[in-house]
C-alpha cells in the first residue's frame, strides 16, 4: 500500500520559514548598521567584522569535523555570532581581538553545550565579556572618533565651554559615568551632563564614540524594523527592556534629585539598541512564554541602569542580558500558562 | 587487588578532581599558579598521608557512630603542623595560600579518603593509597594551574615563559577562568573515558 500520509510530531503546520531563512534574515537586517560602521569608523571596522565571521564560521565547522558532527555552519547563525561579536568591540583594537573573541563564542558558548539551539547564553555577549575581562584595556579604548563627530557626541564648540580636556576622550557613557561621580565636588560636572543631554541627534544618527555596531540608533532601528515586519522577533522583550530603563533612569538618573534624569539619553546612548532588539531576543536564550518575555525585559532593563548608575562599568547591557540569560529557565517554569480548561485544584 | 594498583589509581582512574570531582574548592581557588598549585598539593599529600596511616592503625578500636569527628581530629592536628611549618619555612606560600592551608581540614579528599579507604584498610594499603590521591590530587591541581599560569600571566613557576608580544588572557587568572579550565579537563577525561571504553 502506497504510504500518502506524512508520519510526524506536532505542529503539523508547514511554513517555509526554516533556521537559515531566519539567520540570513538577520544578517541581512544588521548590513545597514554594517554599513554604517565602516562610513563613521573607517575600513578597518569593516576588516574587524570579516575577522569575526570567519573565524566564527571556521571554528564551528572545525569543531563539528573533528566530533565527527553533521556541520551545520551553512544555517548562518555562526555569520551573526560573529558580526554582533565584532559590533561589540572598539574599532582601533588589535586584530586578533574579534578573531579571540569569535573563537571563544564558538569554542566554549555553544559547541559544548550541544550547539546551536542549547547554548544558555548568548554566544556574542559572552565572547564580549570574555574579552572585556581578559583586555580590559584594549577593549575600553575608545580613539577613533566617527566621521563627523565627537567621541562624547558633544559638539566639539561647545567643549570648551566648559574646558575639559578629557571629555573628548570618551564615550557618552563613560563621560556620564566620570562627570556624575564628581557631581559634589565638580562646578561644571552638571554643565556638561546637560551637554551629553542635549546630544540627541548626535546619537541617533551615530556620530559618536563607542563599540563599532552600537553607535547609530537610527541604522539599527531599520534593521529593527525589518525583524518585526518579518515577525523573527517579538516587541516585548525590546518594549519592556527599553521601557524599563527610560523609567529607572527617568527616576534616579538625574543630578538633581530624583525624577530629573534624561530617559531619552539613556535609551540613545551605548549599546541599549542593538542589545535590546538583536540580543536579548535571541529566539535560543530569551523565555518562550509571552508573561516570561516581559519579566526578562523588565529585568535586563533593571540590571542595564544598575550597573550605568551605581556599578563600576559605564555600559551594562551586554553582562544584563547575559546574566537574565541564565534566568530564562527560571522564568520559563514560573510562567507556563496555564492548560486550557483546567480546574484548580483545591 | 595488587597494591601498586592502589597506587596508580589516584593518577587518573579515579583522580580525585577530575573523576570524583573531589576537592574542588583549593582547586578553583589556589590553581592560578603553578607554585601555589604545588605547594598546596604537596600540604594536601603530607596531611592525606599521615591521616590514612593514623585512620588505618586505629580502625579497629574506632566506635562507628563517631568516627567522623575521630577523623576531623587526627586530621585537623596534621594540617596544624602543616600550617606551623609553613608559616615558619614557607612564608610567602603561606601568605599567598592563606585561608586555604586551615581548610585542609575539611578536604573532601582527605575525609574521603579516610571514611571509604584507611578506615577499612590494612596499613600499608592505606599508605600507598594516600601517596597515590595525593599524588593524582597534586598533578590536577598542576595541570589546571599550568594552563592558567600559562596563558592567564604568561609565565611558569612565576619566570616569564612566553614571548614579550603575549597579551595574556587575564580571564584565566580571575575565578571565571578556574571553572573554565576544570570543566575543560573535566570534559577532558569523559572523553578519554568514553574512547576507552567503547574502542
Not at chain 1, 559615568?177 to 564628581?182: D, I, S, Y
Not at chain 1, 544584563?320 to 486550557?340: A, C, E, Q
Request: aromatic residues 12%.
Amino acid at each position: 500500500m502506497e504510504n500518502k500520509f506524512l508520519v510526524s510530531a506536532s505542529p503539523h503546520i508547514t511554513d517555509k520559514e526554516s533556521i537559515p531563512k531566519i539567520m540570513y534574515g538577520v544578517v541581512l537586517s544588521l548590513i545597514p548598521a554594517i554599513v554604517g560602521s565602516v562610513y563613521f569608523f573607517g575600513v578597518r571596522a569593516g576588516w574587524l567584522i570579516v575577522l569575526a565571521v570567519v573565524t566564527a564560521v571556521a571554528t564551528e565547522a572545525l569543531l563539528q569535523f573533528f566530533m565527527k558532527k553533521p556541520i551545520t555552519v551553512g544555517d548562518g547563525s555562526a555569520i551573526v555570532t560573529g558580526i554582533l561579536l565584532a559590533f561589540n568591540i572598539p574599532a582601533e583594537v588589535p586584530w586578533w581581538i574579534p578573531v579571540v573573541g569569535s573563537a571563544f563564542a564558538i569554542a566554549i558558548g555553544k559547541i559544548p553545550f550541544g550547539g546551536l539551539g542549547y547554548n544558555p547564553m548568548n554566544p556574542a555577549l559572552l565572547g564580549r565579556a570574555f574579552l572585556l575581562a581578559s583586555w580590559p584595556t584594549k577593549m575600553t579604548i575608545f580613539t577613533t572618533a566617527p566621521r563627523d563627530g565627537t567621541l562624547s557626541g558633544i559638539n566639539a564648540a561647545s567643549i570648551t565651554d566648559f574646558g575639559l580636556e578629557t571629555i573628548t576622550q570618551a564615550t557618552p557613557l563613560n563621560v556620564f559615568k566620570t562627570q556624575r561621580a564628581v557631581l559634589e565636588t565638580s562646578a561644571k560636572a552638571e554643565v556638561a551632563i546637560s551637554q551629553l543631554y542635549d546630544s540627541y541627534g548626535n546619537l541617533f544618527w551615530g556620530k559618536v564614540g563607542g563599540c563599532i555596531g552600537e553607535t547609530s540608533v537610527f541604522l539599527l532601528l531599520i534593521g529593527a524594523i525589518y525583524l518585526i515586519y518579518k515577525r523573527y522577533i517579538g516587541l516585548r522583550i525590546p518594549l519592556s527592556y527599553i521601557g524599563t530603563v527610560a523609567l529607572l533612569s527617568w527616576l534616579f538618573g538625574g543630578t538633581k534629585g530624583l525624577a530629573t534624569g534624561d530617559p531619552i539619553f539613556h535609551i540613545l546612548s551605548g549599546g541599549l539598541i542593538l542589545g535590546a532588539f538583536y540580543m536579548a531576543t535571541d529566539m535560543v536564550t530569551s523565555p518562550v512564554t509571552s508573561r516570561g518575555r516581559i519579566y526578562f525585559g523588565v529585568g535586563c532593563g533593571v540590571l542595564t541602569v544598575a550597573i550605568r548608575l551605581v556599578g563600576g562599568y559605564p555600559e551594562g547591557v551586554s553582562y544584563s542580558i547575559l546574566l537574565m540569560n541564565l534566568s530564562v529557565p527560571l522564568l520559563d517554569r514560573y510562567t507556563r500558562p496555564k492548560t486550557f480548561g483546567k480546574v484548580k485544584e483545591k | 587487588m595488587p597494591i601498586s594498583n592502589e597506587f596508580f589509581k589516584g593518577f587518573y582512574k579515579e583522580n580525585p578532581v577530575f573523576k570524583l570531582a573531589l576537592g574542588l574548592c583549593p582547586t578553583l581557588a589556589v590553581s592560578n599558579s603553578l607554585q601555589n598549585a604545588v605547594g598546596m598539593g604537596a600540604a594536601a599529600t603530607f596531611v592525606l598521608l599521615c591521616s590514612n596511616v593514623i585512620v588505618s592503625l586505629i580502625r579497629k578500636g574506632v566506635p562507628k557512630k563517631i568516627r567522623i569527628p575521630i577523623y576531623i581530629v587526627i586530621i585537623a592536628t596534621f594540617v596544624t603542623i602543616v600550617d606551623l611549618v609553613m608559616a615558619g619555612f614557607a612564608p610567602d606560600l603561606h601568605k599567598s595560600l592563606g585561608i586555604f592551608v586551615p581548610l585542609i581540614v575539611v578536604n573532601c579528599v582527605i575525609l574521603g579518603r579516610a571514611e571509604a579507604f584507611a578506615g577499612k584498610n590494612s596499613v600499608a594499603y592505606s599508605f600507598i593509597d594516600g601517596l597515590g590521591m595525593g599524588i593524582g590530587f597534586t598533578f590536577a591541581l598542576s595541570a589546571v594551574a599550568v594552563v592558567r599560569e600559562l596563558l592567564g600571566s604568561g609565565k611558569l613557576w612565576g619566570f616569564p615563559i612566553m614571548g614579550s608580544g603575549f597579551e595574556p588572557v587575564l580571564l584565566l587568572i580571575l575565578p571565571p577562568g578556574a571553572f573554565l579550565t576544570l570543566g575543560l579537563f573535566v570534559g577532558l577525561f569523559n572523553w578519554l573515558d568514553n574512547k576507552r571504553t567503547t574502542a
